[in-house]
């Protein structure tokens, strides 16, 4: 369990890049920003065969974390500029 959370750790940033990448190549309402960085999470879990020994199954679980936890991840620095500004 402690080399997913490590992987997903290393995911997470790369998942958020992949996910602003989506938000400003296509028009995406921003109800379904979560849901599109699940789906790059996963997708990037699922090809990162060749970085690690894990399991797929375990690197899709990994990457559907680091997918929920860009998202997350954005809203906290997005959050703590804005207040910051005020």
């Known amino acids: 369990m402690e080399q997913v959370l490590i992987f997903a750790s290393v995911l997470a940033p790369i998942v958020t890049g992949l996910t602003e990448v989506a938000k400003h190549s296509f028009k995406i309402s921003k ?26 199954t375990l690197r899709v679980w990994a990457g559907g974390m680091a997918g929920l936890a860009a998202t997350g991840l954005y809203e906290v620095g997005k959050y703590r500029i804005r207040n910051r500004r005020r």
């Open 31 to 56: 109800r379904f920003i979560s849901l599109v960085s699940l789906i790059i999470g996963l997708l990037i879990g699922l090809a990162a065969f060749p970085l690690t020994d894990l399991d797929w």
